[in-house]
């Protein structure tokens, strides 16, 4: 959804800062889940710091495309290859809030992660099928830049455990859509 709206409006700030470093974009994307991993455990036991590492390793999410594009490096496989890490860094995320909920006794924030993790995979697979089957499939209300934003928000305010309900709701609900979607168009 953000996506659709603002595209690759970064690119030209972020470009500047993409020439002068002189890294593969694959690199770049694996750095990116280095930071996403200290992410998820610094959430265990410190979510406003947590919060703001979710941040900056969504920069290098950004800044891998911005390099390829900027370098001309842009491939296939390169796509793919991020598609893949991006899923790591999700899993490992909801991952760091179930272990965080976890040490404050509430099951209730530990199985809303784990519910959101399997939605936030769900949202991708429905794309990739559709995508498999000649269909482009964008559609929904919540994808991986409103989920990062969401996780940064919830942490760094500390409403963590809303912010989950409205991620378990919506990550499904984007499911929905996208079979919705996909049917009306093969139908």
Not at 94 to 120: E, H, K, N, P, R
Not at 123 to 144: F, H, N, P, Q, W
Not at 165 to 175: C, D, K, P, S
């Amino acid at each position: 959804m953000l996506g659709s709206y603002f595209g690759h409006f970064l690119d030209r700030p972020l470009s500047l800062l993409a020439r002068k470093i002189n890294l593969a974009p694959n690199t770049i994307t694996v750095i990116g889940l280095l930071m996403t991993l200290v992410a998820a455990l610094v959430l265990s036991w410190n979510l406003l710091m947590g919060g703001i590492l979710i941040l900056l390793s969504g920069l290098f999410d950004i800044l891998d495309g911005v390099a390829a594009r900027t370098h001309n490096r842009v491939s296939e496989f390169g796509a793919f290859f991020d598609s893949v890490i991006d899923r790591y860094s999700d899993s490992v995320l909801f991952a760091g809030l179930a272990w965080y909920f976890l040490a404050s006794d509430s099951m209730t924030g530990a199985w809303l992660s784990i519910g959101s993790m399997i939605g936030a995979l769900l949202v991708s697979y429905t794309r990739a099928r559709a995508e498999g089957l000649g269909r482009e499939c964008k559609a929904g209300i919540m994808e991986r830049p409103e989920r990062i934003v969401l996780m940064a928000f919830g942490a760094i305010t500390g409403w963590i455990l809303p912010v989950m309900w409205v991620m378990f709701v919506l990550t499904h609900v984007t499911v929905m859509q996208r079979m919705y979607y996909v049917w009306k168009k093969l139908k």
